[in-house]
């Protein structure tokens, strides 16, 4: 319930946020108003003695999220995706934000694996290992499979996690809703839309069958990636709180000194890394929303590799089409046409001057072109767009957010092995591939094949919609006091044909 039994919890929270100085970074941060930069501290200061302390040798932010448990560890994980909502400087270290926390027991783990699978631990698994990394979710073991021999990756949920996040995600619609109550300048970041979103990340992640589903579609999807692996789930032997996948061997990609050690170009790993997840959003709409150093791994042959699917961005094919325009307008430079783009698809409202954005989007762009390799990021260009689009009145994407922030993140491990990366000629040969198979001549047939299928599967409905239409056309043609009128074939064909149209094009957007 989110009622005023929440105040509590946020007090809590507030007096955590004070206690480690992490209050004023936050709120400065956000650029929060006034009001509620004055609520805020109402919650926290004069209670600042019930918080929790924290580990004083992390930074504030981080040191308060940890203190309060795994949910707001998982939020921050969250709101790191949303540097408009944080600013990049926080939702940067955001990024970085280890969920070290103290692992439960193995009795406890083999205990919640027999009761899930229904089978004793020693029968499905040779090997079994103490707790190889533990989240704010799960652990993980390292394991062997006792019929094939094969050595496994054992993700085990925490024991009650689910109703201990309900009880926080309750907390934190009740803040956003005190926060748009406020502030209703606030409304335009959506605060209340971003813990929804968070709670949608949270109930998947919450159930391992999900993240198996989405790592054998993402396996199925990129099985023709060269130098790209992606570890197979083991359904046999994974359930809604445990999940079992091919172990992946390799060196960590945060361990850039053992990468070049044992050979491998990072030059070429950073700009492979960069141009698959351009392929796998633009081209499936599916991608890895959750790409940093702590998910990926170099193997011994050189392939990358890729794990941890609990987090994964989805985009429909029109959205796909615009954000590649917005890119390509990028790359070359064509500010009119990125504008042109923003306005037709309804991400700026039609009552701005499109050539004051076109110069606003130069703006943004100039600089970014203008300097050396090493220092274009699109970490500085979203930056700046965030800036532009507030001025213009653009509201959020959500439907953008994830997939901006993960480009932000893979920028940034692609920098790590090269700091001398250029994101744009990497991502060119990307882009245009994907415009001349999607926007070209030959999208214009395959789109054509789907309008007439699509109006194949609607004709049995067009007599009752053509009907409809000449009823309603009818109706709205009667004058007050009605008067007989002679049925005119003309306008009935004029109706019909317009109903026609009007039903393949609604069928093409439901589509």
Not at 67 to 85: H, N
Not at 92 to 118: H, R, V
Not at 304 to 314: R, V, W
Request: proline share 6%; glycine share 6%; net charge neutral.
């Amino acid at each position: 319930m989110r009622g005023p039994h929440n105040i509590w919890r946020l007090i809590r929270t507030g007096a955590t946020f004070e206690r480690t100085g992490a209050m004023g970074v936050a709120l400065d941060a956000m650029q929060a108003p006034r009001n509620v930069r004055i609520a805020a501290r109402v919650l926290g200061w004069p209670f600042r003695w019930l918080g929790y302390r924290g580990d004083p040798a992390l930074p504030p932010v981080t040191r308060a999220i940890t203190a309060l448990g795994p949910a707001y560890i998982k939020f921050g994980q969250i709101l790191s995706t949303r540097p408009d909502v944080v600013g990049a400087e926080l939702a940067n270290q955001l990024t970085y934000l280890q969920d070290k926390l103290p692992p439960f027991s193995n009795e406890t783990a083999k205990n919640m694996i027999e009761a899930d699978l229904g089978r004793p631990v020693d029968e499905i698994f040779s090997e079994f290992s103490e707790p190889v990394a533990a989240a704010s979710i799960a652990q993980v073991h390292r394991a062997r499979l006792a019929d094939s021999g094969e050595e496994v990756a054992v993700k085990v949920l925490r024991p009650n996690i689910a109703s201990a996040f309900s009880r926080d995600i309750d907390a934190f619609h009740f803040g956003a809703d005190m926060i748009e109550a406020l502030s209703p300048a606030t409304r335009r970041l959506r605060p209340r839309d971003v813990v929804s979103h968070f709670e949608g990340v949270v109930t998947g992640e919450l159930d391992l069958r999900l993240e198996a589903a989405s790592a054998s579609l993402f396996a199925e999807n990129t099985k023709d990636d060269t130098k790209f692996q992606v570890p197979s789930p083991h359904w046999a032997a994974s359930s809604r709180r445990v999940l079992t996948s091919s172990w992946a061997e390799g060196i960590p990609l945060g361990n850039v000194a053992a990468i070049r050690a044992a050979g491998h170009d990072t030059s070429a790993i950073a700009e492979r890394i960069l141009q698959l997840f351009l392929s796998h959003a633009l081209r499936d709409g599916f991608f890895h929303g959750d790409m940093h150093q702590g998910n990926l791994k170099v193997a011994p042959n050189g392939d990358l590799i890729a794990y941890d699917f609990g987090i994964m961005g989805e985009i429909d094919e029109y959205t796909r089409r615009v954000y590649a325009d917005i890119l390509m307008g990028f790359i070359r430079r064509d500010y009119d046409e990125l504008a042109r783009v923003h306005f037709e698809a309804g991400y700026v409202p039609r009552d701005r001057d499109p050539a004051a954005f076109a110069r606003a989007l130069r703006a943004v762009g100039e600089p970014i072109f203008g300097a050396d390799a090493s220092q274009i990021s699109m970490a500085s260009l979203l930056g700046y767009l965030f800036e532009v689009t507030e001025r213009f009145g653009m509201q959020t994407r959500t439907e953008l957010i994830l997939l901006q922030r993960t480009m932000v993140v893979v920028e940034g491990v692609a920098r790590s092995l090269d700091p001398n990366l250029n994101i744009w000629k990497a991502a060119r040969p990307v882009v245009e591939d994907y415009i001349q198979s999607n926007l070209g001549p030959r999208a214009l047939l395959s789109d054509s094949r789907k309008v007439l299928r699509t109006l194949h599967r609607a004709m049995p409905l067009m007599p009752h919609l053509v009907e409809d239409a000449i009823w309603r056309a009818r109706q709205r043609a009667e004058p007050a006091a009605p008067a007989p009128r002679r049925f005119s074939w003309r306008s009935a064909a004029v109706g019909a044909g317009t109903v026609a149209v009007l039903s393949a094009l609604l069928a093409v957007v439901a589509t």
